[in-house]
């Protein structure tokens, strides 16, 4: 159905349907009829591709995604706008939708049965409530995966596609970076959202690699450095490796040290070719 940005078009099949936002499931819907085909045509909606979209809302960037890629399968907890979609996606034929938390979804299984012989890429106005969890999952899975274009958070998508070295980088960005090479694709008002949330919004795509971006020798333990490094602000890596490991300082010093690196180091001045240095002395220095 076309014009499902249309603040009339919405609130009568709201009416016709007893359907009312929740917030708790981050239902702010695009209503800026702008938005979406840039996310599809971005997003990597075309012939020859396969598109997993995560939360349909009403369908208004289904049916953009619908009409250029070969076929799409739709993932949305929310019951009670799956016969709201019946009926908004009604044109396409090439649209599965499936009632489940993507969390919970066997998302293999679902790009097995659908996308055979389709390149695969998952577009995404996400729940705000469930932003890092979302990427960290698809990207964590290993899912066959081209991309991952999401609109998040303007302050998220600024840490999830900040550069390695730089005041922003955190956690997420040194996770994201092993396995994908994000880009900010541009920025949406929170106007253009009903309703409308208190913050303004960026759609981001993360080209996903198909080795990560540094060899670590034990990858489950570079994750806890990473996280490790990040855990206090305002402290330096040794001092917050040291605390959230549970590893002598004078130990992680050394690993530091060992992986050429100054022991008053903070965690945003390290690369990721860094991390995996000190990742892997540190695991010399444990076994
Ligand atoms: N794509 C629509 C749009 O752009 O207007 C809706 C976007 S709205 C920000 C997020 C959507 O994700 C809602 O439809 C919500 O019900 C759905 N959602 C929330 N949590 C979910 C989950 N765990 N699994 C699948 N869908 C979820």
Redesign the pocket.
Known sequence: MEN?TNINVIKDIFERHGFSF?KA???????NPS??PRIAEMGNAAEGWGVL??????????HELAKRADKVVA????SR?IPILEETLAEHDNVTVIN??????DLNAIIKEHFSGLKVAVC???????TSP?IMMLLESRLPIESVTV?VQKEAGKRLCAEMGTRDTGAVTAAVRYYAEPKLLFNVSRGS??PAPNVDSCVIRLDVKKEPAVKTEDEQFYFRVVRGAFSQRRKNMCNSLSSAMGIPKSEVAEAIRAAGLPESVRPEQVQLEDFARVANELKKLSE
Request: net charge negative.
């Open positions: 499902l929740s499931l981050g239902q702010n819907f695009l209503i938005v979406c979209e995560i939360g349909t809302g009403v369908g208004v960037l289904t993932v949305e907890i929310d706008l489940e938390d993507v969390m919970k979804a995404a106005n996400l729940p705000y409530y469930i979302i609109m959202f009903m």
